[in-house]
């Protein structure tokens, strides 16, 4: 945008107060109409036309970026304490010894190895860490419906 005229500050140079008075008035953004869109509210008829013409004013643009998976984890500990308040729920079956849990039934997607585990489990999980399958393992249960990782590859720079 083109200036018809200098800067206040240019033109008062030796001058006190700048042609404001007291130093208090001219303090802030306001003096000198805001900053930004300021002004293109529900009076703003004058700034309006050139808002029309702006399309970053109204609508979405740009890149949305992709969203990774969130992971919601739950410790070995914490799913043992849980399991007799599931099997009497129903959302966890007792097969001969062993707890048949679905993680996503219990609204997660990873085990986590935190604390030891007594109960034989068979896990159905997208995600396990390594020391949760180990205490599965060693408890005599299994994992199962884990992900496979794929594997990064840098992206070549342009």
């Known amino acids: 945008m083109v200036r018809r005229h200098r800067a206040k500050q240019t033109r008062q140079r030796g001058s006190h107060t700048h042609g404001f008075g007291s130093m208090k008035k001219a303090r802030g953004s306001g003096n000198k109409g805001g900053v930004g869109m300021a002004g293109s509210g529900k009076r703003g008829d004058s700034k309006k036309p050139s808002l029309w013409k702006n399309p970053r004013w109204q609508g979405r643009y740009g890149f949305t970026r992709l969203r990774a998976e969130r992971i919601t984890g739950i410790n070995v500990r914490d799913l043992e304490q849980r399991l007799p308040g599931y099997v009497a729920l129903g ?68």
């Open 91 to 158: 959302i966890v079956e007792k097969k001969n010894e062993v707890y048949e849990v679905s993680l996503q039934a219990l609204g997660y997607n990873k085990l986590l190895g935190t604390g030891v585990l007594k109960s034989k489990l068979s896990v159905t999980t997208p995600y396990a860490s390594k020391g949760a399958m180990e205490s599965v393992k060693k408890a005599g249960g299994q994992v199962l419906g884990l992900k496979e990782k794929k594997p990064v590859s840098p992206e070549p720079k342009q």
